[in-house]
């Protein structure tokens, strides 16, 4: 997708403090983030969002979630806790249209969120 903030990422036009990279996902810093740890993870392929789940790869969908886990252990952050979002749609707070997963951590986090 020519105009995606996200895709411009993945090919290396615009850099990114990455975190993690695999053949399939990126994981990146968010540069205005909420919390002491939050970052973005998103597949390398294009999907717009929650809404077309389904044309993910269920293989990068595991892998997605798979990584969460391992990410929250190597940055001290499993044990306290951590806060996973995704934001879908207009209405949802999504601004960048690729679907991605904000992981926070390393405060308390409150309820409602917003």
Known sequence: MENCL????????????KEYESENIL????????AP???LIIPKVHISSMNQIED???LITREIFLTIPK??????ISEKG???????GDFGGQTVH?????MLGGRHMQWPPG
């Open 37 to 39: 740890f939050h970052v």
């Open 6 to 17: 996200f895709c411009k990422i993945v090919s290396g036009e615009i850099p990114a403090k």
């Open 56 to 58: 993910l790869d269920p």
């Open 82 to 88: 951590y806060r996973l979002v995704n934001n879908c």
């Open 71 to 76: 990410l929250a252990k190597q940055n001290g």
């Open 98 to 102: 690729h679907i991605h997963f904000h």
């Open 27 to 34: 994981v990146f810093h968010d540069i205005t983030p909420q």
